[in-house]
């Protein structure tokens, strides 16, 4: 059976896009690969020498090469060497075409050749070669493609993950003293300009314990640290469900102000309202600590003014604080205030609107604040029907 005739006999798919450089000097081979390739479907291009053969894939992608031995100049086994040698062309499937024999055949695989053709050739012998050697450049194309997207997935998942530690750290860092779901929105946003030095009227609420520093100075460390560890989750889960921006915990005292960095139009209410619920919820706690023997109160001061804000520190270790008399007014009024009581500013009575029920205790001299301060105490929430 003639070649021709196993060719037809298998004719197969048509190869679509598979590109073959063809290298042989003499015209008649070159016209006869095109002629066996191209009706199948294959891209062919050929050139006359090695040299030439270098340029092309220098400048162009090709998926097989098929290559004469014997040419003037860069014969094939140089060529084939030097295609080898370039790592842009090292994995390049070369298929030697070769009228000699065994020897012939040996050193075309010692300089890289992937496979061997003899003359005269067998057109089914060719064409499975080709499109096997083909099959193989287009798994190694695809390996190459899929190890570049995986280091480029890889460099962009590191990116991400720095990315996230920082915001991981930057929302450790404003977690200490905002509620969890306003950090997690200036960290999502990226605008940490409330950092920066400014001015804003604030409600301001200082909270401590009656009765703490002489608790202190006779219980045990450990009772101490039990009493204070119940006290500021207690109060902490207040501060974050109100979304007040807790400046600081110091012992017993506590402060925390509304307003500023997130606007709060119901500012002095909700502070008055938090405050209500945190008397309630220490009452409670208060139940426990007297079965231990210890005789706890809880004291409220709230003031509404302006106030210069922003970070002070230094690097490692910042806070964010409000500074200015609005401050100093709520710590002395809560210095005022006796077990229970949440007194409370003029300006923060006004922004009531009469939803609670409070008392006036009139003009009450503060330490450290030049004139006397207007001082109302708050008894407790008013309901629709106007009962406390």
């Known amino acids: 059976m003639t070649s ?13 896009g598979v590109r073959v450089l063809v290298v042989d000097d003499l015209e008649a081979n070159r016209k006869l690969l095109h002629a066996v390739l191209e009706p199948r479907g294959f891209l062919v291009r050929s050139v006359a020498s090695g040299e030439e053969a270098l340029a092309v894939l220098a400048e162009s992608d090709v998926d097989v090469v098929l290559l004469d031995v014997l040419m003037p100049g860069l014969d094939g086994y140089a060529t084939c060497a030097s ?60 390996v190459v493609e899929q190890r570049a997207a995986l280091e480029h997935w890889n460099a962009e998942l590191e990116r991400r993950v720095a ?14 003293f905002l509620s969890p779901q306003i950090a997690g929105l200036i960290v999502e946003t990226g605008d940490e300009s409330f950092l920066e030095s400014h001015r804003r009227d604030i409600t301001t609420v200082f ?38 921006t807790l400046e600081h915990f110091a012992g017993d005292g506590l402060m925390v102000f509304f307003n500023d960095p997130p606007p709060c139009t119901d500012a002095p209410e909700r502070a008055v309202r938090m405050a209500l619920d945190m008397r309630d919820r220490v009452d409670e706690l208060a139940e426990s600590w007297r079965r231990h023997g210890h005789d706890l109160g809880f004291g409220v001061g709230i003031a509404q003014g302006y106030a210069t804000l922003g970070r002070v520190g ?18 002395r009024l809560c210095d005022a205030a006796k077990a229970r009581q949440i007194l409370i500013s003029p300006r923060v009575l006004a922004g009531l609107d009469g939803r609670f029920e409070t008392r006036a205790l009139g003009p009450l001299e503060l330490r450290g604040i030049s004139r006397p301060v207007d001082v109302h105490e708050v008894i407790g929430t008013v309901d629709p029907e106007g009962k406390s």
Do not use: C
């Not at 990315?163 to 200490?176: C, F, I, N």
């Not at 230094?314 to 710590?331: H, L, P, S």
């Open 314 to 331: 230094f690097e490692g270790r910042w806070d964010y604080a409000a500074i200015g008399t609005v401050t100093n007014v709520a710590a």
């Open 4 to 16: 021709g005739a196993v060719a037809a006999r298998s004719q197969p798919q048509p190869e679509s």
């Open 207 to 244: 909270t401590d314990l009656r009765g703490f520093t002489a608790f202190a100075e006779t219980a045990e460390p450990e009772e101490t640290m039990a009493v204070l560890r119940d006290y500021h989750a207690t109060l902490g889960a207040l501060v974050f469900a109100y979304e007040g």
């Open 83 to 142: 295609i080898r040698a370039e790592p842009r062309t090292a994995m390049l499937p070369v298929v030697m075409v070769t009228a000699s024999g065994t020897q012939q055949r040996l050193r075309a695989l010692e300089v890289g050749a992937d496979d061997f053709i003899a003359k005269p050739f067998d057109q089914a012998e060719l064409l499975a070669r080709v499109r096997s050697l083909a099959r193989v450049k287009r798994l190694h194309d695809t």
């Open 163 to 176: 990315a996230q530690v920082d915001d991981l750290e930057r929302l450790g860092r404003l977690r200490r």
